[in-house]
Nanobody, 122 residues
Framework: QVQLVESGGGLVQAGGSLSLSCVAS????????IGWFRQAPGKEREVVAA????????SYADLVKGRFTISRDNAKNTAYLQMSSLKFEDTAIYYC???????????????WGQGTHVTVSS
């Protein structure tokens, strides 16, 4: 079963930047839409951004628009989430996952990774 592996999390001061990566173990990565999600303590998992399998469709949660950028490199089986102007409220575990449809619902995604922790200090 394909599993995605996230990396790039860490501790950053408010206003700083981080770049997350999501690597897939199989070449079928290029056939799926990719979503980035986050889950803060005590909160439900929420979508952050999503990108179509052809790199043609991108969507962002309102809370991150203008600050986060999603991209992908199918030749490297890798998706990215560039985060800037980070806020304390962005603190969460960030996950990536695949979907065979254009959607933002976590239930429609599969092959979830273990997540990478992002902590923003105020």
């Amino acid at each position: 079963q394909v599993q995605l592996v996230e990396s790039g999390g860490g501790l950053v001061q408010a206003g700083g930047s981080l770049s997350l990566s999501c690597v897939a173990s199989e070449r079928t990565f290029s056939s799926y839409d990719i979503g980035w999600f986050r889950q803060a303590p005590g909160k439900e998992r929420e979508v952050v951004a999503a990108i179509g399998w052809r790199n043609s469709v991108q969507s962002y949660a309102d809370l991150v628009k203008g600050r986060f950028t999603i991209s992908r490199d199918n030749a490297k089986n890798t998706a990215y989430l560039q985060m800037s102007s980070l806020k304390f409220e962005d603190t969460a575990i960030y996950y990536c996952a695949e979907s065979s449809r254009a959607t933002s619902r976590p239930a429609d995604f599969h092959s979830w990774g273990q997540g990478t922790h992002v902590t923003v200090s105020s």
